[in-house]
Nanobody, 123 residues
């Protein structure tokens, strides 16, 4: 079972950048799809980005062109580079490992959620 640990969140002004990291313990990381989700206060969790073990990616429309998901299998780590951040990107961001890419999204592995890292974008 893969257990992810997220880091890299913080407070940033609108238009700024952050890079989130997710280190996943356990075996088999390189053969797993990975995904990022977020949950804003009072809202449902929503899909942000995902990458298949083959390298294919998918993003929610509102982050396309601003966010980039990547992975380093040697470090069991997945990244989310976030540029041109907007106030509406404010949320707790969560990593998920071992789900599957579906059309336009990612089906998460219910047993592989991290604790999350908070991203706050100010005006």
């Amino acid at each position: 079972q893969v257990q992810p640990v997220e880091s890299g969140g913080g407070l940033v002004q609108a238009g700024g950048s952050l890079r989130l990291s997710c280190v996943a313990s356990g075996r088999g990381f390189s053969r797993n799809a990975v995904g990022w989700f977020r949950r804003a206060p009072g809202k449902e969790r929503e899909f942000v980005a995902a990458m298949a073990w083959t390298g294919g990616t998918t993003y929610r429309d509102s982050v396309k062109g601003r966010f980039t998901i990547s992975r380093d299998n040697n470090k069991n780590t997945v990244y989310l580079q976030m540029n041109d951040l907007k106030i509406e990107d404010t949320a707790a961001y969560y990593c998920n490992v071992g789900g599957g890419l579906v059309s336009g999204g990612y089906y998460p592995n219910s047993r592989s959620w991290g604790q999350g890292t908070q991203v706050t974008v100010s005006s």
